[in-house]
């Protein structure tokens, strides 16, 4: 696997995370990067993560064994077109983008198709470009691989390898499947909270008092609105079917909550919370995971520094091994809120003792 010629297209926050990772877990050191601009270029030659840059394709690119997309999704059939002729016959095309029948049913529907994996890393944020990257951004998330229909064992168990090691979780899902659940986990959530800055955009007065009183709750909510447009303009047009169909469901919802509401139904308004209460809280639990379990508890920081490490020596002192820790984005100003999360439920059973033990305000969830 360390000898495979790597080339990354579209060197941005997944691109450049993924660069990383392949050379700091993987161990390949052949990496050619194409990138729109030269930016990013210019910063992964300096931190030595690539071995070579361009904004056009070339003789380096058409020589690879693995050819990673990471462009915007619709970019990437672009790229298919420019790439299909020139690459080696068992070079293996993949791409990382959030959407996955657009490109599935390109490449099945094409005479002469590449040999092509889908492939969908659920993890990143609402930050772009190379410098917004790191090696650890997969560590411990899903990674969706979906077979087209030239995807051999080979490339399948290749591809397989490479995602574990650089920290990620596996699972191979069908395109329709997938875009069904990212239309409702991530693609519909993403218009929300876009939807819901763009209502306090409107309704705010022009001394911006409701922004200045935004608190946890509307910058947890809204955080992904801050994401690329460019990204999510392609991510919607890609997937308009499914997003289409999960936005008049939404729509249903809210028409139903609003009458419950003017009927002074107070039944049904609580049994809406409720309901919705009953299942977010089984989200993060261990009990339920579909793929692996999980095992997270929740600290309460202050933002000073020097906290990450005390915690994680205070865990370590006690012998309990650390398989992620997370600061997580929902308080302002000093507060924190830090995720651990722990390899089994021993671990986090200790961990959760040792923690209140020292003073930590911690809950497993
Ligand atoms: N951001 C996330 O949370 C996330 C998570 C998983 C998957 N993805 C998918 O990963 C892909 C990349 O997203 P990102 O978050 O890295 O975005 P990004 O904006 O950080 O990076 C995209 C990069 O592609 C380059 N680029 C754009 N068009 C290009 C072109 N035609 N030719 C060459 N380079 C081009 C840009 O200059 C940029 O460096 C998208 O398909 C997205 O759907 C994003
Ligand atoms: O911002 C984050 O935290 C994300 O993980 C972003 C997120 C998501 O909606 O979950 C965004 C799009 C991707 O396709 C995958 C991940």
């Not at 990138?35 to 003789?59: F, V």
């Not at 969706?144 to 574990?164: A, C, F, Q, R």
């Not at 308004?269 to 989200?283: G, H, N, V, W």
């Not at 009990?287 to 915690?311: A, N, Q, S």
Request: charge should be negative; hydrophobic fraction near 40%; proline fraction near 4%.
């Amino acid at each position: 696997m360390v000898d495979k010629k790597v080339t990354i297209i579209g060197l941005g926050l997944i691109g450049g995370s993924l660069a990383r990772a392949l050379k700091e877990r993987v161990g390949i050191t052949d990496i050619t990067a194409i990138n729109r601009s030269s930016r990013s270029i210019d910063a992964a030659l300096k931190d030595r993560t690539i071995s070579r840059g361009s904004s056009e394709l070339n003789q380096h690119v058409y020589d690879s064994d693995i050819i990673f997309i990471c462009t915007p999704v619709r970019r990437a059939i672009e790229y298919i077109e420019l790439l299909k002729e020139k690459i080696k016959p068992d070079c293996i095309l993949t791409d990382v983008g959030s959407t996955k029948s657009e490109i599935i049913s390109y490449i099945n529907k094409m005479d002469n198709p590449p040999l092509f994996i889908g492939g969908h890393p659920m993890a990143g944020s609402e930050n772009t470009g190379y410098e917004a990257g790191f090696t650890h951004l997969f560590e411990n998330a899903f990674y969706v691989l979906t077979p087209s229909k030239t995807t051999t064992d080979y490339s399948m168990n290749l591809m397989t390898g490479i995602v574990e090691k650089i920290g990620a979780i596996p699972v191979k899902i069908r395109a329709d499947e997938h875009d069904k659940a990212t239309g409702c986990i991530s693609h519909v959530p993403h218009i929300i909270a876009s939807t819901l800055v763009n209502m306090v955009r409107f309704m705010d007065s022009e001394d911006g008092k409701m922004k200045l009183l935004a608190a946890g709750g509307f910058k947890d909510i809204t955080r992904i609105a801050s994401s690329s447009p460019e990204m999510w303009e392609n991510i919607v047009l890609s997937n308009k079917e499914q997003i289409g169909g999960i936005l008049d469901f939404y729509v249903e919802i809210l028409k139903k909550f609003k009458t419950s509401m003017e009927n002074d139904d107070s039944q049904a308004i609580l049994e809406f919370f409720k309901s919705a209460k009953d299942y977010r809280d089984t989200f993060s639990s261990h009990k339920r995971g579909l793929f692996t379990p999980e095992y997270d508890i929740l600290v309460d920081i202050i933002d000073e520094p020097g906290i990450l490490g005390e915690i994680a020596t205070l865990l370590g002192h006690n012998k309990i091994n650390i398989k992620n820790m997370n600061v997580l984005n929902n308080r302002e100003f000093q507060q924190g809120c830090l995720k651990v999360t722990l390899p089994d439920p021993e671990s986090l059973d200790v961990a959760h003792k040792v923690l209140i033990e020292n003073g930590y305000k911690a809950t497993c969830i």
